[in-house]
């Protein structure tokens, strides 16, 4: 087993400097009509949801500047990507009739059986975890098919490895697979899907092999107790030496820890433990005075390379979910003067200048999702404003004629928009921002287990 360090350890690692906690330029609202708050977000989800219907029904994402549509997973043949991402957000939000037209089109129209590559993470966080929620929403038992389907598809990526790594795409009618060369997130990213999946059929063999591919890499972890970020699915070994929380590894550390919320399954809430001591003491760095995380080689911990994107905020989320608050608060702080210095978080910075190494950014929900995540652990009024200034700047930025989009230029007044609403807009933050705004009466925020899509896997009230 890693001896966890004890906090001072980990901060005299990371620099010496003491935990810098919520402090920050931002000037945050000192009264605010919550409630109110909530009701404009979904009023703005409403407005873009009646954008899509119009001009993009069934499409995977809507072009919001232009009004026109782009697939997302097979070229030319569109899954309903932003529709499957929206129901769950949609019943919370109680627009019911927008919910049903959405199920109506699922049942009638979505079908798997697509001689075409699809590939297999992004399929299971989005399609199948957004079809499981929608299924624990209303209880429709054509959507739980329709997820145990796509499943059984997605597990012949996992079942053509010798080692039960998948594959990173799957033929999803012939179960050919291709691209062997993978990495953490992408082969550690299943476990609360295929494990709720398991729950609701009866068969455990989903959770086994998700687990069996995350403990694979886990096994491998060098005496730092840190993993590099790539593997290759037939060789079984890494095939790079960088350790990263960031893209590439992000969701299978918040997977451990899910897994051990959702099944109680205490060997991955070791595992998840162990880990976040590993980056704390090896991987957390200062510069000028903040907390980043950036690469480094597993098993010397010497910094392999100084980017950390908007993505690798979920950290600060899960550090607290973990028992890791402070080191959470110190790694929002990070952000948060960011968000304070560019108004947008970049997609991409360098740690030791603070400077973007990009201009566009892809409309990411990761801030508010640490936030939440943090708010659910003691409720301190500072998380809920500081969405609220990643609310209004989203809003300001990025509302566009049809709906909301990325931007392709952050460094322009008025920032230039790019041209592009990602399906994860309709299921990550829109939903963050109104469960912590609105507080609504069908979830129960004390149950509740969102998963790296923020689909909800556990939480809704009579569920
Ligand atoms: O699809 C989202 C998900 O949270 C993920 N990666 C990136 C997306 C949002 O930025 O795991």
Not at 218 to 227: A, E, P, T, V, Y
Request: net charge negative; aromatic share 12%.
């Amino acid at each position: 087993m890693i001896r966890s360090p004890n906090r001072r350890h980990a901060l005299s690692l990371m620099g010496g400097t003491a935990v810098a906690g919520l402090t920050g330029p931002p000037v945050l609202a000192q009264s605010e009509d919550w409630a109110a708050l909530g009701a404009d977000v979904k009023a703005e989800f409403r407005w873009a949801w009646d954008h899509y219907v119009d001009r993009a029904w069934g499409k995977d994402e809507i072009n919001p500047v232009s009004g026109t549509s782009q697939s997302f997973f097979i070229d030319g043949h569109d899954l309903g990507l932003s529709l499957v991402e929206a129901l769950d957000t949609l019943w919370i939000m109680e627009l019911d009739d927008e919910f049903q037209a959405g199920v109506d089109w699922v049942k009638a129209r979505l079908d798997f059986d697509i001689d075409g590559f699809a590939q297999v993470f992004e399929t299971n966080i989005r399609l199948v975890g957004g079809l499981l929620s929608a299924h624990l929403a209303c209880g429709d038992p054509v959507l739980l098919d329709k997820a145990k389907d796509l499943a059984d598809r997605l597990m012949k990526a996992f079942d053509a490895s010798p080692h039960g790594l998948p594959y990173r795409y799957v033929n999803l009618k012939t179960g050919a697979v291709r691209d062997p060369e993978t990495n953490l997130a992408e082969i550690g990213t299943y476990a609360t899907e295929f494990g709720l999946l398991g729950q609701l059929t009866g068969e455990p063999k989903y959770y086994a092999a998700a687990k069996r591919a995350m403990k694979h890499a886990l096994d491998m972890r060098s005496d730092k107790g840190l993993m590099a970020a790539n593997i290759h699915a037939e060789t079984g070994q890494f095939t790079s030496r960088n350790a990263s929380i960031d893209v590439y590894a992000d969701s299978f550390y918040e997977y451990l820890w899910d897994s051990w919320e959702m099944f109680g399954d205490a060997e991955m809430k070791l595992w998840a433990e162990e880990c976040l001591a590993a980056m704390i003491a090896h991987q957390g760095k200062r510069y000028d005075g903040r907390l980043w995380f950036p690469m480094v080689d597993y098993e010397t911990g010497a910094v392999t390379g100084t980017s950390q994107t908007v993505l690798g905020g979920y950290l600060a989320g899960l550090l607290g979910q973990v028992g890791r608050r402070a080191e959470g608060d110190d790694f929002l702080a990070s952000y948060t003067e960011m968000q304070a210095r560019y108004t947008i978080i970049p997609e991409s910075i360098d740690v030791t200048t603070g400077l973007p190494r990009g201009k566009r950014t892809g409309l990411r929900p990761e801030f508010a999702d640490a936030c939440l995540n943090l708010w659910l652990g003691d409720r301190d009024e500072r998380y809920r404003a500081l969405t609220a200034l990643h609310y209004r700047a989203m809003k300001e930025t990025s509302k566009a004629a049809y709906g909301y989009t990325s931007l392709a230029d952050i460094t322009t007044r008025p920032m230039a928009q790019g041209d592009n609403c990602p399906g994860y807009w309709w299921s990550e933050q829109m939903k963050y921002y109104y469960l912590m705004f609105a507080e609504p009466k069908r979830v129960d925020l004390g149950k509740l287990v969102l998963s790296t899509e923020a689909n909800v896997l556990r939480g809704f009230v009579g569920g």
